[in-house]
């Protein structure tokens, strides 16, 4: 059974800095292209930053971010550790959200998508 767990979340000021972590187990993150979403209060859910993985390609692993968050934002993956990271770096009130992390599954894993609890991050002036 697969299970994500978000931590890191908290209370910061406008220009501050949070690392979201999410820790996965029951899965191999090799098949599984690890994904960052947010919502805010009213709001659609919005896909924030991927990381894939392609292991036996040229580019071994590709990352993709929201027009809102390039720049400030960066999505990393430790593999051995099966945990996945957001660094959040000069932080806005619109990063008010509540931060999930995501597992898709490609390759051998096709059709399976797990989700994390969410992890609540608030940006105040």
């Known amino acids: 059974q697969a299970q994500l767990v978000e931590s890191g979340g908290g209370l910061v000021q406008v220009g501050g800095s949070l690392r979201l972590s999410c820790a996965v187990s029951g899965i191999n993150l090799n098949f599984y292209v690890m994904k960052w979403y947010r919502q805010a209060p009213g709001k659609e859910r919005e896909l924030v930053a991927s990381h894939t993985n392609a292991p036996y390609s040229s580019v071994p692993w590709m990352t993709n971010y929201a027009d809102s968050v390039k720049g400030r934002f960066t999505i990393s993956r430790d593999n051995a550790k099966s945990t996945v990271y957001l660094q959040m770096n000069s932080l806005k009130e619109d990063d008010t959200a509540t931060y999930y992390c995501?597992?898709?599954?490609?390759?051998?894993?096709?059709?399976?998508?797990?989700w994390g609890q969410g992890t609540q991050v608030t940006v105040s002036s």
């Open positions: 995501n597992a898709h599954g490609m390759r051998a894993a096709a059709g399976r998508d797990y």
